[in-house]
C-alpha cells in the first residue's frame, strides 16, 4: 500500500474538522445554557439560531427509543467499523479520485467528531445550529412527518457528513456514467 501525497494530504480535513467541530462543542458547553433558555437569533430575522441542545440519538433523533442497552452497540461501535472499512478503503483503494478522497475524509471526520461526543458527553452529543425551513411547513398526507418549521439542530460534524456524503454521490454518479459512455464506445 503505498501512501502517496495526494492519497494522505486530504486526511488534513479529517483532522480540521474534528478539531473545529469539538472546539465549538466545548465554546456552546461552556458559554450557552442548554434547551430553551437561551436562544441567538444570528441574523435578527429567524434563518439562524445558535441553540445548545443534545441528541442521545443519531441525525434527525432517529432512534432516541431503543434501548440503553443496544446503543453504544448502534451508535458507537457499528459506526466506528463503518468509518475503519472507509478508512481501510480509502487507504487501500486506487478508484478514488482527489475530490472523492477529500470527501471521505471530510465524512471520516464528520462520524469521528460525533463519535468522540456519544463516548465522552453523556448528556449526548451537543447540537447548536438551527435553521429556518422554507417550504415544507404545511405538508399533508403521507409527508406531514417532514412538516418542519425548523431543520433539525445539527452540529459541524454533521454538516460535514452531510455535505461530504452529497459531494462523494454525486462524484461517484458521475464517473460511473463516465465509465458506462465510455462502455458503450
Not at 453523556?122 to 418549521?149: C, E, H, R, T, Y
Request: charged share 15%; proline share 4%.
Amino acid at each position: 500500500m503505498k501512501l502517496e501525497k495526494a492519497r494522505i494530504l486530504p486526511l488534513t480535513l479529517t483532522g480540521i474538522v474534528i478539531l473545529a467541530d469539538q472546539a465549538v462543542k466545548s465554546f456552546i458547553v461552556k458559554n450557552w445554557p442548554r434547551e430553551g433558555t437561551f436562544i441567538k437569533d444570528v441574523f435578527n430575522n429567524d434563518i439562524l439560531y445558535i441553540y445548545h441542545v443534545r441528541n442521545k440519538a443519531i441525525a434527525f433523533s432517529l432512534g432516541g427509543n431503543i434501548p440503553e442497552i443496544l446503543k453504544p452497540v448502534l451508535f458507537i461501535v457499528l459506526p466506528l467499523l463503518v468509518l475503519g472499512f472507509l478508512l481501510w478503503y480509502y487507504l487501500k483503494s486506487d478508484e478514488f479520485t482527489l475530490v472523492q478522497r477529500w470527501a471521505a475524509a471530510g465524512i471520516i471526520g464528520g462520524g469521528i467528531g460525533n463519535i468522540i461526543d456519544r463516548i465522552f458527553r453523556p448528556a449526548g452529543v451537543v447540537d447548536f445550529i438551527s435553521f429556518k425551513f422554507f417550504g415544507l411547513q404545511n405538508l399533508k398526507g403521507p409527508l406531514a412527518f417532514l412538516s418542519w418549521d425548523r431543520w433539525p439542530t445539527f452540529n459541524i460534524a454533521d454538516s460535514s457528513v452531510v455535505v461530504c456524503c452529497i459531494l462523494l454521490f454525486i462524484t461517484l454518479l458521475i464517473s460511473s456514467k463516465k465509465t458506462e459512455s465510455g462502455a458503450a464506445q
